[in-house]
């Protein structure tokens, strides 16, 4: 293994990045490595016959770091670039990155670190798409396919047996490969145009004898870049036979082709049809459909395994296929692939033009005893493409690190201020940082948490351009560790929207629509808010920690004459060991949402006296839940014991404590009631002498049943004809 120049330690990673004419994009994707939080590596680009200014960029950036070293050949395709970078890399793992993709600060770090933890040969990520006809981001949802996952990691081909090539992607990027399991098996890489990479990592999953799990948004991909191959499929579309093919030549060498047969016909099956999908003129589509019912399906018995497989809507589009005559299928107008480059239009918000020398954000980040993740978090801001910003640290009296590593890190970024405070608790040390912000909008952030590259500057524009006082965003939740997956799964889309909306209105409506389409509302670090609009109503969070975001929420919404959702995922949310912790309910949950029925009754009061009918039955309806949330965290106590109560309360503004045993006594006395009375039914509807009565009654309610069957039979009939009217008036009474 190399020793790295200038020092005595290892090459923990060698970075792969096959280059071909990406000069528009190559910078950024080189920053993105070099910037890397693990320093211990190596950066092999390999120039694919580049006929623009890529060679002379890499040149550029070697000179400059001497962890970069180029290599270039002729134009052979990814495929051969890529081993020609692993026959000269000496790093522990191998990591893959095209070079218009780019990774988060932290990906190497974690992923090396994971690696090492578990002792794996693969760890896998997960990634998002930037779109860049658009301008939009999004969550890649093709690749990380958590239902798919063993409960528990790290994994072999013997635990996800039908699953092992269809877990995620067939793509090296999301990946990173312990270097002596790739030798040891020998891979390599196709010489092919596209789909080189299929046979590597799926050859590479079903080999490897413990594949780990990285849960979260590490790289992104660009879609709609002129050097992406996606964007060129139709030059050569049948590259997924050859991959696929040589798949199941391997399989079979190794005595695994049985075994794995099921993995295997899904993700023939799925890259044939995605190939099918990817194709943007009818006769391409044609050729491609005719190659998939001729060639493809026959030689991969997919239609005979048929049932074998459990893709229904891929079952049914290959049925369509086998099933219809070419002439049929030249008949069919299949609904094409638009070109990404032009069919959308940008919202006109990333058009704005930003001032100058005006401080933007204010990004308030609370931080106790935050040491494991409070880096990752501030790396995560710094870097942000808006660069206007500050950065508000307050520190809560913390006894680890977490201090000596925000230091560290505003030494060398003079936006990052830490403000001290003595173990005085969230709300007061976010009123902290609001009092301290001189930003045009302020942000919250968890210190646990990750904002994707650009979101403050995507929110801040869509915010200043429509002048909106309250902007929501989506949020991805990741695992950490990934085996709490398993048991908080719905977790996992907890942050997305239902919904698209999709023009400003006011908070109360805002309100009043979330709670109809079930979308989260009460979570304060997925918003923008504009500092002078809170200044105006003198908003700020209420003493009680333990509601300080539900209530907050409600006041800003209440107030916010224009608010959005912004549908893109910028805020990357931490699921750990303190969420579960969270998720154990005691009296303090009780105490919570009794502050916020109380916050919702002040303002019911507020809209009975200005008359407004539509809001105040919103306002009812959210009572109702903090009601029934009330009584469902009562009983989801551990024990339920009273006396624990007065322990609890001890942290609680004790003016509130009567209201909220009263308030408890009452809905629990309620909800006896009801229970007394549904236990006195069941009872009486389980008694032999219920059940003796129902048999005697048996035929009267038969013949009940009979009559009333012909009467609503013969209705419609004899109410439209004048012959029977007599008759019908006779039936029914009718005078």
């Known amino acids: 293994m190399k020793v790295m120049k200038g020092c005595n330690q290892m090459i923990k990673v060698s970075v792969i990045i096959p280059c071909y004419n990406a000069e528009y994009v190559l910078e950024s994707c080189l920053d993105s490595v070099l910037s890397q939080t693990l320093k211990d590596i190596e950066v092999i680009c390999v120039d694919d016959g580049s006929t623009d200014n890529t060679l002379n960029i890499l040149h550029k950036y070697a000179s400059l770091d001497s962890r970069l070293s180029v290599i270039t050949q002729q134009n052979q395709y990814a495929g051969v670039a890529r081993n020609n970078g692993m026959a000269q890399a000496t790093g522990k ?3 893959f990155l095209d070079s218009d993709d780019f990774f988060e600060p932290t990906m190497l770090k974690k992923m090396y670190e994971k690696c090492e933890q578990d002792n794996a040969d693969i760890c896998i990520c997960d990634s998002g798409i930037y779109e860049m006809s658009t301008n939009r981001v999004l969550y890649d949802i093709y ?10 990691i790290p994994f072999s081909r013997e635990d996800a047996p039908d699953d092992i090539m269809t877990l995620c992607n067939p793509a090296p990027w999301n990946k990173m490969f312990r270097s002596d399991f790739i030798r040891e098996h020998g891979l390599q890489f196709q010489a092919l145009k596209r789909s080189n990479d299929v046979f590597f990592s799926e050859a590479a999953m079903v080999m490897a004898k413990r594949i780990t799990i990285c849960d979260q948004w590490f790289i992104t991909r660009r879609r709609g870049s002129s050097t992406s191959l996606t964007e060129t499929m139709g030059d050569d579309p049948f590259c997924f036979y050859y991959s696929n093919k040589a798949v199941k030549d391997f399989l079979i060498e190794k005595g695994l082709y049985e075994k794995y047969k099921i993995s295997f016909l899904k993700r023939t099956l799925s890259s044939g049809l995605h190939a099918l999908r990817m194709t943007k003129t009818k006769e391409a589509w044609l050729e491609v459909a ?14 005979e395994n048929r049932k074998l497989l459990t893709w229904r809507n891929g079952v049914t589009k290959m049925t369509f296929l086998v099933k219809n005559s070419k002439e049929k299928l030249a008949e069919y107008e299949p609904e094409l692939r638009k070109d990404e480059t032009n069919t959308l239009t940008q919202d006109p918000a990333w058009e704005f033009l930003l001032e100058e020398n005006t401080l933007k954000v204010s990004v308030i980040i609370y931080v106790s005893n935050s040491e494991e993740h409070i880096e990752e978090t501030l790396i995560a801001v710094m870097r942000q493409t808006l660069c206007d910003i500050e950065i508000l640290c307050i520190d809560d009296d913390s006894t680890d690190r977490s201090l000596e590593i925000m230091e560290r890190l505003s030494q060398n970024d003079s936006r990052i201020r830490i403000i001290h405070q003595s173990n005085q608790g969230i709300a007061d040390g976010l009123n902290i940082g609001l009092c301290n912000a001189c930003g045009e909008y302020v942000m919250f952030l968890n210190s646990g ?7 403050l500057e995507r929110l801040y524009k869509k915010s200043k351009y429509y002048d909106l006082d309250d902007l929501f965003c989506e949020a991805i939740v990741f695992f950490e560790p990934f085996d709490l997956y398993s048991k908080h799964k719905n977790y996992h889309k907890m942050y997305r929207f239902n919904n698209k909306y999709i023009k400003p209105v006011s908070g109360q409506d805002l309100l009043t629509t979330m709670l109809r389409k079930k979308d989260s509302f009460n979570l304060i670090n997925i918003r923008l808010f504009k500092r002078s609009f809170l200044q105006e109503n003198n908003i700020t969070f209420s003493k009680a920690d333990t509601a300080y975001s539900e209530i907050f929420s409600l006041r800003t919404l209440n107030a916010a004459s224009r608010t ?7 805020y990357l949310k931490r699921f750990g060991h303190e969420s579960v912790s969270l998720e154990e309910k005691s009296w303090t949950d009780v105490y919570r949402y009794y502050l916020c029925l109380v916050e919702v009754e002040k303002m019911i009061s507020l809209e009975l006296m200005q008359d407004n009918t539509d809001f105040k039955r919103t306002l009812e309806k959210l009572k109702n839940q903090y009601k029934r949330l009330l009584l469902k965290t009562y009983w989801s106590i551990p024990g339920k014991r009273w006396a624990t109560l007065h322990e609890e309360s001890m942290e609680w503004e004790h003016s509130q404590l009567p209201g909220t045993l009263s308030m408890t006594i009452r809905m629990l006395q309620q909800e006896s009631a009801l229970l007394k009375k549904e236990r006195d039914l069941n009872d009486i509807y389980n008694s032999n002498s219920w059940k003796l ?13 009979c ?8 209705k419609p009939v ?9 008759l019908y008036l006779k039936i029914y009474n009718k005078k």
Do not use: C, M
């Open 143 to 152: 690749q990380l396919q958590r239902y798919l996952l063993p409960e528990f």
């Open 290 to 303: 005719i190659f998939l019912k001729e060639k493809n399906i026959p030689e991969f018995e997919l239609w």
């Open 93 to 95: 793992y191998f990591s």
């Open 564 to 570: 959005w959702v912004h549908n893109e995922p910028l």
């Open 707 to 714: 009559g009333q069957l012909i009467k609503n039979t013969l």
């Open 718 to 726: 004899v109410k439209k004809s004048n012959i029977l009217t007599s």
């Open 693 to 705: 009565a129902r048999t005697l009654s048996l035929p009267s309610r038969s013949v009940q049943k």
């Open 449 to 455: 948490d990750v904002l994707i590259w650009s979101a």
